[in-house]
T-cell receptor, first 113, second 112 residues
Framework: AQSVSQHNHHVILSEAASLELGCNYSYGGTVNLFWYVQYPGQHLQLLLKYFSGDPLVKGIKGFEAEFIKSKFSFNLRKPSVQWSDTAEYFCAVNPNTGNQFYFGTGTSLTVIP | DAEITQSPRHKITETGRQVTLACHQTWNHNNMFWYRQDLGHGLRLIHYSYGVQDTNKGEVSDGYSVSRSNTEDLPLTLESAASSQTSVYFC???????????FGSGTQLSVL
């Protein structure tokens, strides 16, 4: 069965530190990839997505993610985090064969001012 | 183990029909949500509930309704299905305002 793994369950960083959240998936075919963010008290928002083309995609608020096909990974990065980045981050995979989405369990990021 | 389940996993219906998608969670969470997922749009909130008898509209609520008669269930009803409602629907629940969000596995709905 397809699965999405987010190995970092809880990350605590100081402001200005660099961020990288891991996402690995198990599916051998073509996939569309997403990162979602849920800020405290708010609903889920799309952070960025990858469908095809340049494997380095840029999203909102300075986030980017790199698709490495050989590693089945789609890690999220940000060079310098802010306190306002404190949120829950979800990786999601959509196999190109259909409309089904598979979500990781989420990574809780806490940024300390 | 506690979980959140959606049924059916797949549904094909015709335009104009009423359709109800079930969502059941066993965590006893007060907060429950329905999203639809469309390529190019990401997840969009349809309706949500913060407890029994509480329901609220999300950003794409037109054509949908929910009811919350108990803590465990938040069924989503399409009053008169339209082709534009062909989508994948996700139910989610959360323990509190800042609690972790748990998603169901999704319902793929096709309206022909």
């Amino acid at each position: 069965a397809q699965s999405v793994s987010q190995h970092n369950h809880h990350v605590i960083l100081s402001e200005a530190a660099s961020l990288e959240l891991g996402c690995n998936y198990s599916y051998g075919g073509t996939v569309n990839l997403f990162w979602y963010v849920q800020y405290p008290g708010q609903h889920l928002q799309l952070l960025l997505k990858y469908f095809s083309g340049d494997p380095l995609v840029k999203g909102i608020k300075g986030f980017e993610a790199e698709f490495i096909k050989s590693k089945f990974s789609f890690n999220l990065r940000k060079p310098s985090v802010q306190w306002s980045d404190t949120a829950e981050y979800f990786c999601a995979v959509n196999p190109n064969t259909g409309n089904q989405f598979y979500f990781g369990t989420g990574t809780s990021l806490t940024v300390i001012p | 183990d506690a979980e959140i389940t959606q049924s059916p996993r797949h549904k094909i219906t015709e335009t104009g029909r009423q359709v109800t998608l079930a969502c059941h969670q066993t965590w006893n969470h007060n907060n429950m949500f329905w999203y639809r997922q469309d390529l190019g749009h990401g997840l969009r909130l349809i309706h949500y509930s913060y407890g029994v008898q509480d329901t609220n509209k999300g950003e794409v609520s037109d054509g949908y309704s929910v009811s919350r008669s108990n803590t465990e269930d938040l069924p989503l009803t399409l009053e008169s299905a339209a082709s534009s409602q062909t989508s994948v629907y996700f139910c989610a629940s959360r323990e509190g305002v800042n609690g972790k969000l748990f998603f169901g596995s999704g319902t793929q709905l096709s309206v022909l």
